[in-house]
């Protein structure tokens, strides 16, 4: 089977009269709404003929839409669209309602409106979001495919690309009419050259915006030039019922560098203006509220829960080491997570737990996934594991030692069985410090182990590597011996001149607590 778009148009040149774009198909096949005296049903903040931008749909949270892909081909296999193909038109769609940093759309406004592949069908098995039909009356828009293809339209919305002979696209009507939504007919219709980023022998100027221009008639949107100039003191009841697309009497075709009616400046960037592509870029903020009141009451079940990631602990401070529980507060449907716990410890349970094991102000964050995408949460400085009390501190002298020489001053018994941390400073900027400790006062041969300088006889555990901490000291938490019948431990500081080899004994000295 032909796997992209350019072969398959050679293809369709084969079994029927190409369609030059610009010749014969019109931007948008939608009818304007008849507002003179239709049906008007409640609510009126986003109805047919009326509109009432409201604080409550502002772009505050996300939606997100799950979106079924229905292909239809003909028997020479024109009209064939790639998964990736499909995955790219999705794509255009999220950075153009999400104003995307560092995409085509980032300078219009963020709607906060996601579109995904649907991950389930209607009787709840797995899926990619995408039907392939063969049919050559379906192919070029005639029949009524839907009642064989369409899926739940209340729950997924439902696209239908083909060689459809009007247009690049149209919807089967608006939202607030009634008695569309959860009818089969219930759709968008993409002519199969204009979907996807890429530019296509139909539509050179192709970048996907004809099924952004699509979906937001779908959400409630009329085109910018609907009604002509309407009425500047009602500008929420006539044209395009919405105050901040300036008013314009007629569409705009191709990409003009200005165009100017109805007083103003014509919205030519907006996408529901006819401009083409490359031009495009736009909704304002009344039109992503209208957008978003269409979802809530015209479209209520269509959105799928938001993943969105949220956690918290407790305790979130205390004397190290120091034990956190974490509970997952994230919203939507989650089918992972990712813990990043700030220390180099990471975790992929729900509700995980984690011992802090050294001093410290730790970064905590939290990655999820579901069907409707990812999402982060991170807390800074969040969890704070302080130092232990401090039980003893041994002195160095601050002078050139060499490795034989003792020089513990003092020492402090401790516990067999429990854990307890060295806590050394460095002896000067650029020297790292090294803790040397010992059941005996210090003697050949010292060995250098995960930055610690261990007497090798020394029946000691090191539970984790020396690191420095905020103050630039080095900290190392040892355990003792359960066996130990009572252990005497020295400590001492000692720092290595990487350059000479010297080992010098710190001014600072060494603090020697329990936890």
Request: proline share 9%; glycine share 12%.
């Amino acid at each position: 089977m032909p796997s992209t778009k350019t072969t398959l148009f050679a293809l369709l040149s084969l079994t029927i009269v190409a369609l030059p774009a610009h010749a014969q198909r019109t931007r948008c096949g939608t009818p304007e709404p008849d507002m003179s005296g239709g049906p008007e049903f409640p609510p009126g903040d986003c109805g047919y003929s009326t509109n009432n931008p409201q604080p409550q749909y502002d772009p505050t949270f996300y939606y997100d839409i799950p979106v079924v892909f229905h292909v239809i081909q003909n028997t020479a296999g024109a009209g064939y669209l790639s998964p990736a193909t499909i995955q790219d038109q999705i794509d255009v769609l999220n950075e153009d309602f999400q104003a995307l940093p560092g995409s085509p759309g980032a300078p219009g406004t963020d709607a906060r409106i996601r579109f995904h592949l649907a991950t389930t069908d209607p009787g709840g098995s797995p899926t990619t979001g995408i039907t392939y039909s063969t049919n050559n009356n379906w192919f070029q828009d005639n029949g009524s495919y839907w009642n064989s293809l369409a899926w739940d339209t209340n729950r997924y919305m439902n696209v239908y690309t083909n060689a459809v002979p009007c247009c690049y696209g149209y919807v089967a009507g608006f939202p607030a009419q009634g008695g569309l939504v959860g009818q089969n007919h219930d759709r968008i219709v993409v002519w199969w050259e204009a979907v996807g980023k890429d530019a296509t022998p139909g539509w050179p100027l192709n970048m996907g915006r004809t099924a952004t221009h699509e979906a937001g008639h779908y959400l409630g949107l009329y085109h910018t030039f609907c009604g002509g100039c309407g009425s500047l003191s009602d500008c929420y009841g006539t044209a395009d019922l919405i105050c901040d697309t300036n008013r314009e009497s007629n569409s705009t075709s191709r990409c003009p560098g200005s165009k100017s009616s109805c007083g103003s400046p014509d919205p030519i960037n907006n996408y529901m203006d006819y401009t083409d592509d490359p031009c495009l870029w736009e909704f304002t903020p009344e039109q992503v509220n209208r957008m978003r009141c269409t979802l809530e009451h015209w479209r209520p079940d269509l959105s799928v829960p938001v993943t969105t990631a949220g956690f918290n602990a407790a305790p979130t401070s205390g004397t190290a080491p120091l034990g956190v529980s974490f509970t997952d507060t994230s919203t939507g449907t989650i089918t992972s997570w990712t813990w990043d716990f700030g220390d180099g410890g990471t975790s992929s349970a729900q509700n995980p737990s984690h011992t802090y094991d050294l001093p410290g102000a730790y970064t905590v964050s939290l990655d999820v996934t579901g069907p409707s995408g990812s999402d982060n949460e991170t807390k800074t400085a969040y969890v704070s594991a302080t130092k232990p009390p401090q039980v003893g501190t041994i002195y160095g002298s601050g002078t050139q030692a060499s490795l034989g020489e003792p020089t513990i001053a003092a020492h402090s018994l401790l516990t067999p069985g429990s854990a307890f941390y060295l806590i050394g400073g460095n002896l000067a900027p650029g020297i790292p410090s090294f803790l040397a400790f010992s059941q005996n006062q210090l003697v050949p041969p010292l060995d250098l182990t995960n930055g610690l300088l261990l007497n090798v006889n020394i029946p000691l555990l090191l539970l984790a590597p020396a690191v420095a901490d905020a103050g630039g000291e080095a900290i190392v938490l040892v355990s003792i011996p359960a066996a130990a019948s009572g252990l005497t431990v020295y400590g001492q500081c000692f720092a290595i001149d990487g350059v000479s080899g010297n080992v010098y004994a710190s001014s600072k000295g060494v603090e020697v607590g329990l936890p």
